[in-house]
């Protein structure tokens, strides 16, 4: 008889591009928020494969510096990419990006339907 080999999971991964440019305070708080706010999406989606956060830090000469951050969330069929996401603070940023990405992923696979089907 041949034995089964267990499936292994897959690999989940969370990759940064751009946060490297950014301070370390900076870069605290990008972590923790996508560490936090991954947890609240694999809720709903149990076969990410790839999440990738791309950061970009803009400075005029007038002095704030401007944040845009981009979601990507790929699972094996699907992609679900976050646009709208800029500000001058970045939690704020990082929420948005997030928040568009989870309404998303509600409009597309209706995981906040409560009634039963």
Not at 36 to 46: E, M
């Amino acid at each position: 008889m041949a034995s089964a080999t267990p499936k292994q999971p897959k690999q989940e991964t969370i990759q940064y591009v751009g946060v490297s440019e950014l301070s370390p305070e900076e870069q605290t708080i990008v972590n923790d928020l996508v560490t936090d706010n991954y947890k609240k999406i694999r809720r709903d989606l149990q076969d990410i494969t790839n999440l990738i956060v791309h950061v970009k830090s803009y400075q005029h000469t007038g002095g704030k510096k401007k944040f845009s951050l981009h979601l990507r969330i790929q699972l094996p069929k699907q992609t679900f990419e976050s646009c709208h996401a800029d500000d001058f603070d970045l939690p704020r940023c990082l929420h948005k990006a997030f928040d568009d990405v989870q309404n998303q992923i509600h409009h597309k696979l209706h995981t906040d339907v409560t009634r039963p089907r």
